[in-house]
């Protein structure tokens, strides 16, 4: 996209006048450890509060619920079938609507059900959380947090006493940390990274494996036709994994990848609780809004010009990390950060940054986790909860 330029006499007045209400602002000191007053701290956290990314994925779900529809083809020899889910459309006020594909799959013929009860299926798994969506606003973070024990088959309220969270930056590379991170009880891995060839710096053991609902999609389409399953696993089948829904269209990938399971070769998935993705969402708005303001000086109301609300959105390991302050006694975060020269990835070649994250921001979130838990918003709202003590390796 192309940006115009404005002379820049024009920008300097436009400037100075859009700092003018705030020019308080202006004079605020800069830097990551920077404090709030209390009332702009009151404000971060009603603007964070608004999830204009949650709503669209809420109205997503809900055309797809209305409108949806489920074909299938048959394909190679009648082992699979080609799988078409379609969403109607106009291009213009005039025009007939069209059917256009959401989402195309290749998927074995016998264990996954016909494309009716599919489709009921679908719309079940569409409704609930549509539903939970819509409840989502004044929920109760302390019943997120005791449903996160149950998730990983752990007795309600009965914690791990170890956690480690194995982000998946460069900088592991070279650590070392492999038998430290093994050592703990509960080992979270994200986004299907790899251990293989790295054991020595990232480990090998995996608790639990947390993904975003695109890594799930694209495994299930990538891997239909090569084991008509979701071979979904790098860690082994038997290890759960939890995901966060950010497409609604995913959840057809869900029900379809569990369809394949055998009691031989489970496909243990949790679809993380939308208070859950909620609470995540909150806190990962503040901590950008508060960097916001103290790296541009601006309002916090400017911070949409920045980014674009309907796509911002945290990243898996930050709610990987959320869900860990939930059901661990100690949190121990590895990988997540940068070095000049690192990797984004230890596992791959991504250059860039996503820029629907805001990675700085989140590193600020865990250095308060460390620092001054106090601090962080939101999670104080659940009655009793206390943050454990979590530390930052790298
Ligand atoms: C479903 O389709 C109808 C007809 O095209 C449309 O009017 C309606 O808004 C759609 N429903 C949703 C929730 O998008
Ligand atoms: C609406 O779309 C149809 C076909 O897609 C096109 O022929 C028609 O000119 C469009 N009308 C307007 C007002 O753009
Ligand atoms: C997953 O599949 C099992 C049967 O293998 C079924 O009992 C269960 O209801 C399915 N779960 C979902 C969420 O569809």
Redo the contacts with the bound molecule.
């Keep these: 996209m192309k940006r115009r330029h404005l002379p820049p006499v024009l920008v300097l007045l436009l400037l100075s006048l859009l700092a003018l209400p705030y020019r308080r602002h202006l004079f605020l000191p800069r830097g990551p450890s920077q404090y709030y007053a209390s009332g702009d701290d009151a404000l971060l956290r009603r603007l964070a509060a608004s999830d204009a990314g949650g709503d669209q994925v809420l109205s997503e779900a809900?055309?797809l619920?209305?409108?949806a529809s489920v074909t299938s083809f048959p394909s190679i020899g009648n082992r699979y079938r080609l799988l078409y889910l379609r969403l109607?459309y106009?291009g213009n006020d005039t025009s007939a609507?069209r059917k256009r594909a959401v989402s195309r799959l290749r998927v074995p013929f016998v264990t996954v059900p016909d494309d009716g009860p599919l489709l009921a299926a679908f719309r079940a798994s569409l409704r609930s959380f549509v539903l939970a969506h819509r409840l989502r606003r004044g929920s109760n973070v302390a019943a997120v947090m005791g449903d996160l024990a149950g998730l990983l088959g752990r007795p309600r309220r009965e914690h791990f006493p170890t956690c480690a969270v194995v982000g998946n930056s460069g900088i592991l590379l070279g650590s070392g940390r492999g038998a430290q991170i093994d050592a703990h009880d509960l080992v979270v891995r994200l986004n299907n990274a790899r251990v293989a060839g790295y054991a020595a710096d990232v480990g090998a053991k995996t608790s639990l494996s947390f993904v975003n609902s695109n890594i799930l999609h694209y495994c299930a389409v990538r891997s239909a036709v090569a084991t008509g399953g979701c071979a979904c696993h790098p860690y082994g089948r038997a290890v759960p994994m939890a995901m966060y829904v950010c497409q609604p269209a995913h959840l057809l990938d869900a029900l379809i990848c569990n369809a394949t399971a055998t009691p031989a070769s489970p496909f243990p998935l949790l679809v993380t609780d939308v208070r859950l993705d909620a609470l995540t969402a909150r806190i990962a708005k503040y901590y950008s809004l508060r960097r916001f303001v103290a790296t541009t000086g601006e309002p916090a109301s400017n911070w949409a010009r920045r980014h674009d609300e309907r796509f911002f959105h945290y990243s898996s390991g930050l709610q990987a990390v959320v869900m860990a302050l939930g059901v661990c006694d100690e949190v121990s975060l590895f990988g997540f950060g940068k070095a000049a020269g690192a990797k984004h990835h230890y596992h791959t070649n991504q250059k860039k940054e996503l820029d629907l994250h805001d990675y700085e921001a989140e590193y600020q979130f865990y250095r308060d986790l460390q620092a001054r838990p106090e601090t962080v918003p939101f999670l104080d709202e659940a009655p009793g909860f206390k943050v454990p003590p979590v530390k930052l390796y790298w």
Excluded: Y
Aim: charged share 10%; hydrophobic share 50%; glycine share 0%.
């Design positions: 809900a055309a619920l209305a409108n109607p106009r609507p």
